[in-house]
């Protein structure tokens, strides 16, 4: 989720929570303007993404400063509802991005985002296209992380990149953590091979299945986050 809308429909559910608790004996007209006073600033920022606008609360008050208890309960039942109806509409606006949609927006080396963004948009329409963009990452992704531990090695300032070298190197050096350099074995040889074939063999065998190359988003992402700013 969002992490603005996150934020706003956490404090509209706890001045729902807040005006709700207010004991009936409590229950009046300033009590109830106080209490919902206290989150003026949920209250403005849902109108920022999505929610009911702010200055629909007080106009529900206004003008009933002297009206019995049960109009008063009434009021706040309205309220609520204002406030639940902000919740709503603000969720329904969500959109579910993937891990790796989320993490591409955290990488801040400009070619291997743009190679990440081709690559998510063609993954499942094209899987052989992206295996091909998928080798590069592999290679941009060790580079980066190099460039952020170790600046001055041979793998942050290389030019001219090679898969094989680069995996060895990022082993052999423990660039990664154990549980992330699993993922760079997985090119050593067979799963290489799979990719390699792609651009460099013909016939039919030489074709990587969706399936597959979805599998290697998930550790992927294990990488990606190492990098993600």
């Known amino acids: 989720m969002d992490a603005a809308k996150a934020h706003v429909i956490k404090g509209l559910r706890e001045a729902r929570e ?3 608790a207010i004991k009936p004996a409590d229950l009046t007209h300033a009590v109830l303007s106080e209490r919902l006073g206290k989150y003026n600033e949920f209250l403005y920022q849902a109108n920022r993404v999505g929610g009911v606008f702010s200055n629909t609360y007080g106009h529900a008050l206004q003008g009933f400063e002297n009206a019995p ?4 309960g009434d009021l706040r ?17 969500q959109i579910v991005e993937s ?7 955290r990488i801040a080396d400009q070619k291997l985002a ?20 998928f080798r590069t990452i592999v290679m941009l992704v060790i ?37 992330e350099a ?26 990587v299945d969706k399936a597959y190359l979805n599998s290697m988003v998930e550790p992927l992402c ?3 986050a190492t990098i993600a700013k």
């Open 18 to 20: 807040d005006l709700m």
């Open 69 to 72: 208890l049960e109009v008063i």
């Open 77 to 93: 039942a309205k309220v609520v509802g204002f406030l639940d109806e902000s919740v709503k509409a603000i969720d329904s606006t």
């Open 99 to 105: 891990v790796l949609e989320t993490l591409i927006k």
């Open 114 to 133: 743009a190679l990440l963004v081709e690559f998510n948009s063609i993954k499942d329409m094209a899987p052989n296209s992206a295996a091909d963009i």
């Open 143 to 179: 580079q980066e992380r190099a460039k952020q531990t170790a600046p001055t090695s041979t793998l942050a300032t290389k030019v001219d990149l090679q898969l094989d070298p680069m995996i060895s190197e990022a082993l052999r050096t423990n660039l990664f953590d154990g549980g």
């Open 182 to 207: 699993k993922f760079l074995k997985l090119f050593q040889p067979s799963g290489k091979a799979v990719f390699d074939n792609v651009v460099h063999k013909a016939g039919a065998n030489a074709m």
């Open 222 to 224: 294990k990488l990606l």
